[in-house]
């Protein structure tokens, strides 16, 4: 990532780029068969990083769901400005060839997770309420952010992170106090937005369970049965999270590795490879 933001993607050499890492030129070829799938990871580790900066600090537990979303917010936007040069390097270089179908799916999942994540605290705020503009909201806030990011990126001008949580939650407190005043028809609704993030992986955990819940007391012992569903059952509630914890994913699946029949190892880790976690 550094190497591409110093000197953009096209003039970033792949020799440059071991010569960072410190590793020989040939190695880097066993992992990736061109520079332009070496961006589509660096791309992922972008947004697997700054999921991960929308997690809940330990520290921060015990506070109310509205101080973690504006900390939260504070440390998002964060991520963004100490990213400043990677991102400019991708607006700047829209010809870079990593195929079509592959960025829509970068950026598909990335607006899907964050949407949700936004989502998911407006209903913690603001309660059942504010359900039927929660889409609404999740989406203006979406515009706000966006903008403050887009202008502090074009102009490279930061700004302090604490004071962009602060003042989005309380434009937040606005939207939904007008929300509420004045009831009106919702724009976005579950049915036309994005929501179904991980439904694919989900999926490949269902028919895992499903395989553990039709076995017989022949297939395996009662008790490695229900250590295996409830593994497997807890690693379901995870992924159904907007932003799953990523170390509590890998542990149940380490965990279900360990645990699992020789005979359906080939499904866990079909389930396994659809959620990247390997």
């Not at 990677?86 to 195929?99: D, K, R, S, T, V």
């Not at 694919?200 to 369970?209: G, K």
């Not at 699992?260 to 190892?265: E, H």
């Amino acid at each position: 990532m550094r190497c591409f933001a110093r000197k953009g993607f096209h003039a970033t050499s792949i020799q440059e780029i071991v010569d960072e890492l410190g590793m020989a030129k040939g190695s880097i070829y066993f992992y990736f068969k061109s520079k332009e799938e070496l961006l589509l990871a660096v791309i992922w580790q972008f947004i697997e990083r700054m999921t991960a900066g929308l997690a809940v600090l330990p520290e921060e537990r015990q506070l109310a769901p509205r101080e973690q979303f504006k900390l939260q917010l504070g440390r998002h936007f964060d991520y963004f400005q100490n990213n400043w040069e990677f991102l400019a390097m991708l607006m700047q270089e829209p010809q870079i060839n990593i195929g079509h179908e592959q960025k829509s799916k970068l950026m598909r999942e990335m607006r899907e997770r964050l949407l949700l994540w936004k989502r998911q605290y407006i209903l913690a705020i603001y309660g059942e309420e504010a359900a039927a503009y929660s889409w609404d909201c999740a989406h203006l806030l979406s515009g706000m952010l966006n903008e403050i990011m887009h202008s502090s990126l074009i102009e490279r001008k930061r700004i302090e992170a604490g004071r962009v949580g602060a003042y989005l939650m309380e434009r937040v407190d606005d939207l939904m106090a007008a929300f509420l005043a004045r009831p009106a028809s919702p724009l976005m609704y579950a049915e036309a937005t994005p929501g179904n993030l991980g439904a694919e992986y989900r999926e490949a955990w269902l028919a895992f369970i499903r395989t553990v819940e039709e076995s017989g007391p022949t297939d395996l012992v009662p008790e490695r049965r229900a250590d295996l569903l409830e593994a497997s059952g807890r690693l379901l509630e995870e992924l159904k999270q907007p932003i799953p914890d990523r170390i509590v994913v890998r542990s149940l699946y380490a965990y279900l590795k360990e645990i699992c029949p020789p005979a359906w190892r080939d499904k866990l880790e079909t389930a396994g490879a659809t959620l990247k976690i390997e």
